[in-house]
């Protein structure tokens, strides 16, 4: 059973590895992708998960397509309080990068609040481009191409970063206090 890392778990330090193309339909890889969705959506807080957070030195991650929702208004982020909501974070599909490339970043940066599930209970303002361009196969092998801006791109970012050993908490430059009830990204 994989379960998430937590900081200071040295892996979560370490550069990963590139996915040997030829690999990306292997059972392991499959089934890999297939744990961490199941990981993801039975977590209350995360739109993202890398293949190092749950101990697996590779260059891959996936992110919910709430991401994106989050970035077009349909869906604030909430910590969830009953049951019902986190049925319909369930619902979610997923975006799955392998052997991401961030080839374009843009001069305007932004700060934002990030957290992170391997970083519990810290959450601080994180500055990062705002439009990235990026390049990736997906779980299928297919290559992808695309501009990305706003929260979707600031969570590539944050994952691709986990694929080179660096947490948020490094990059953060100031850290917030969030109340119980608050809003979480």
């Known amino acids: 059973m994989l379960k998430i ?103 305007k940066k932004i700060d934002l609040a990030e957290g992170c599930l391997s970083v519990p209970g810290i959450f601080g303002l994180v500055r990062r481009p705002e439009k990235i361009t990026a390049e990736w196969h997906d779980e299928h092998g297919k290559k992808h191409s695309r501009g990305c801006s706003k929260f979707f791109a600031r969570v590539i970012q944050h994952e691709t970063d986990h694929l080179d050993g660096i947490l948020f908490i490094e990059k953060m430059h100031k850290e917030l206090k969030l109340e119980k009830n608050s809003s979480k990204l």
């Open 5 to 107: 890392l937590t900081n200071p778990h040295p892996i979560l330090r370490k550069k990963a590895k590139e996915v040997d193309l030829k690999n990306i339909n292997s059972k392991e890889i499959q089934e890999l992708v297939f744990a961490m969705k199941e990981i993801l959506k039975d977590s209350d807080d995360g739109v993202g998960l890398a293949a190092p957070q749950i101990g697996q030195s590779i260059r891959l991650f996936l992110i919910s397509e709430e991401a994106e929702a989050i970035d077009k208004n349909k869906k604030s982020k909430v910590i969830h309080q009953n049951e019902n909501a986190k049925k319909e974070k369930t619902a979610w599909g997923y975006h799955v990068f392998i052997n991401p490339i961030i080839k374009k970043f843009s001069a």
